[in-house]
């Protein structure tokens, strides 16, 4: 059994969202060292526009309406199997689909806004090529009605349990390349650059990003 929780505060532009995710986890054991799991989570969140980033471009665009908050709440649901070789699972988050709308007047359920509930199926699988080293590939599907599915998927591979590189792909967006030590039992660092390949990508993100991971496990 698992219990988490973590506060963010996200902020895009004119936009932010700030809320409290607590998640509640149960394993159940099965043959060989397998388990089977179960998982939820729920979320209190707060929307906000910055009004002033956005007067000079939008001026008093109406679909905006007056209120510059909005609080909802959600919940996810996933459930996954994993075994000493592979591990697969499907999830779903945005559930209850709560409404975001900015406008004031009258909306038709089309046109309202809502954070619309996203599907995801995962898998992975170990290769023991030597005593030493391990290639996992692994693959990420999401599905989100009205929306192209994305596809992720990469391999990654880890030798004697202390170093690891990988290369992943995300459909019509980048390629990653990938690389880390485990210092210690505790302590992990690597590093990451992506390489975004498609003009929207290249706006948004610009031609490339670089990532920096600093893991410490507490309780190992």
Do not use: C
């Not at 159940?28 to 939820?40: E, H, N, T, V, Y």
């Not at 660092?189 to 390949?197: L, T």
């Not at 498609?198 to 190992?220: C, I, M, Q, W």
């Amino acid at each position: 059994m698992g219990l988490g929780g973590y506060i963010y505060n996200d902020r895009t532009g004119a936009t932010a969202r700030t809320g409290l995710d607590l998640a509640f986890a149960k394993y159940i054991p099965m043959k060989d060292g397998a388990r089977l799991s179960f998982g939820i989570d729920v979320r209190a969140q707060q929307f906000s526009i910055d009004r002033e980033k956005l007067a000079q471009t939008l001026g008093s665009d109406p679909a905006i309406g007056s209120s510059d908050n909005k609080f909802n709440f959600d919940a996810g649901f996933g459930i996954s199997y994993t075994s000493k070789k592979f591990q697969v699972g499907v999830s779903a988050s945005q559930l209850i689909q709560s409404k975001l709308n900015y406008y004031n007047g009258s909306l038709t359920p089309a046109e309202e806004g809502r954070l619309y509930r996203h599907y995801y199926l995962h898998g992975l699988y170990h290769l023991n090529v030597d005593e030493v080293t391990v290639i996992t590939p692994n693959f990420l599907m999401i599905y989100l009605p009205n929306a192209p599915m994305e596809f992720q998927g990469g391999v990654r591979v880890e030798h004697n349990q202390l170093f690891w590189w990988g290369v992943s792909y995300r459909a019509r967006q980048s390629f990653s390349l990938s690389a880390g030590v485990t210092l210690s039992k505790k302590f992990v660092i690597g590093y990451s650059f992506d390489i975004y390949k498609t003009p929207v990508s290249v706006y948004d993100a610009g031609s490339n990003a670089h990532e920096v991971l600093l893991r410490y496990n507490f309780l190992k």
